[in-house]
């Protein structure tokens, strides 16, 4: 019998996938080469990191399990925002996105012994202009430092962003409807 496995050390894709309601599935934390070579478009970035790190957990599981790999980034005017060194870096970020549109690309793979599929999910998120004040009193809460971007939609990041085009769960890094067709595909989806 085949078991889901979630190749990812973030909790807050433990808690989507548990919150969309798939009940029993193993975190194995894998680690892979972040980086990519080349012009690459974002969405071939995060699915080529998401590739990655499906292969990396490949030799640990079993031929019949299936593994689930995720790899999100924000995009600003084609700048990658990952995840801030230090505070003032968080600052620097939040200032960027003030008053702006940016891009969140997540790339997902599901395999499965030597099938593998990947995709990509993109949602435009919209930031309120926000005031230095703001900017400082949200990363003195120390909640930017491990998010795409220095802010996290699921915490009180969520009172930064005006609005939203897309799967919102894709900018809190895994994006579940998307993701229950490919297990669909795989003979094991969530509904």
Same mark, same amino acid.
């Given at each position: 019998m085949? %078991? =889901?496995?979630?190749?990812?050390a973030s909790p807050?894709r433990r808690?989507?996938?548990?919150?969309?309601?798939?009940? !029993?599935?193993?975190?194995?934390?894998v680690e892979?080469?972040?980086?990519?070579?080349?012009? +690459?478009?974002?969405?071939?970035?995060?699915?080529?990191?998401?590739?990655k790190? *499906? +292969?990396?957990?490949?030799?640990l599981?079993?031929e019949?399990? =299936?593994?689930? *790999?995720?790899?999100?980034?924000?995009?600003l005017?084609?700048?990658r925002?990952?995840?801030? %060194?230090s505070?003032e870096?968080?600052?620097?970020m939040?200032r960027?996105?003030?008053?702006?549109? %940016? !891009?969140v690309?997540t790339?997902v793979?599901?395999a499965?012994g030597? #099938?593998m599929?990947?995709e990509?999910? *993109? !949602? *435009?998120?919209?930031f309120?202009?926000? !005031?230095e004040e703001?900017?400082?009193?949200?990363?003195?809460?120390g909640?930017p430092m491990?998010k795409?971007?220095?802010?996290?939609?699921?915490d009180r990041?969520s009172?930064l962003?005006?609005?939203?085009?897309?799967?919102?769960f894709n900018?809190?890094?895994?994006?579940?409807?998307?993701l229950e067709?490919?297990l669909? #595909?795989?003979g094991?989806?969530? +509904?």
């Amino acid at each position: 019998m085949e %078991h =889901i496995i979630l190749a990812s050390a973030s909790p807050r894709r433990r808690e989507i996938l548990r919150r969309a309601g798939l009940e !029993t599935f193993t975190v194995l934390p894998v680690e892979a080469d972040e980086s990519w070579s080349g012009e +690459l478009s974002p969405e071939e970035i995060v699915s080529s990191i998401s590739r990655k790190k *499906a +292969l990396a957990a490949r030799p640990l599981v079993g031929e019949r399990d =299936i593994v689930i *790999a995720a790899d999100t980034m924000v995009f600003l005017d084609g700048l990658r925002l990952g995840k801030p %060194h230090s505070q003032e870096e968080a600052v620097w970020m939040l200032r960027r996105l003030s008053g702006r549109d %940016h !891009t969140v690309w997540t790339g997902v793979t599901v395999a499965q012994g030597d #099938r593998m599929e990947t995709e990509a999910e *993109a !949602t *435009a998120v919209r930031f309120f202009p926000l !005031t230095e004040e703001e900017i400082r009193r949200y990363v003195a809460t120390g909640e930017p430092m491990d998010k795409a971007g220095a802010y996290g939609l699921q915490d009180r990041g969520s009172v930064l962003v005006e609005g939203l085009e897309g799967d919102c769960f894709n900018v809190m890094g895994l994006p579940v409807a998307r993701l229950e067709r490919m297990l669909r #595909r795989f003979g094991a989806g969530i +509904l």
